[in-house]
């Protein structure tokens, strides 16, 4: 890496910190406080409107990852082109952002659906209640699962993208003999 990429590798790890720590937050905070509501029928509605609210955050989120991302792709394409294990990196997270991005998309689609449901009385978000219609039951057994999956995809992107910065460490002294990348 010959030179410094603050702006494209800030905008790829601010927005994947913003998207994974979102999807967290909102599994744990958001869906549950909003499962404590006392009357079950508020339950749906009150997360939809804190996902609602939260969307245009996620959005920017996730373009500025992309395109931070593209941008360190294209100020390493030397150094990908010479290192295996970086251009190995560089494809995994590659499918692994677009499955996570998948499961973001598929997880708002869903939870547009669930709040079209709002009314109806429920045992939590993801817990269907005594007078839960079986559609809105489908969607909430399908939540409860991608709620989890979003963040667990962006956690590992995290570790994959420390590992590039290590990739990216030039290698000093008596390790440089050692070091894969120098043979």
Request: aromatic share 4%; charged share 15%.
């Amino acid at each position: 890496m010959t030179g410094r990429n603050t702006v494209v590798r800030s905008l790829h790890d601010v927005g994947l910190a913003l998207w994974a720590g979102g999807a967290l937050m909102g599994a744990v905070g958001l869906n549950g406080s909003a499962s404590t509501a006392k009357d079950p029928r508020e339950r749906v509605a009150l997360a939809s409107e804190g996902w609602k609210r939260w969307a245009p955050v996620q959005v920017a989120a996730l373009v500025a990852h992309g395109v931070g991302g593209a941008g360190l792709i294209l100020g390493n394409k030397a150094r990908l082109a010479g290192q295996p294990e970086g251009r190995t990196n560089t494809i995994v997270k590659l499918a692994l952002t677009g499955v996570a991005a998948g499961t973001t998309l598929y997880s708002g689609i869903l939870g547009k659906k669930m709040s079209d449901h709002s009314g109806e009385a429920t045992d939590g978000i993801t817990e269907a209640g005594p007078g839960t219609s079986a559609q809105l039951e489908a969607q909430q057994r399908q939540q409860r699962v991608l709620q989890w999956v979003t963040p667990a995809l962006t956690a590992i992107l995290i570790v994959l993208a420390a590992q590039q910065g290590e990739q990216q460490r030039p290698v000093a002294g008596w390790m440089a003999r050692f070091a894969p990348h120098s043979r």
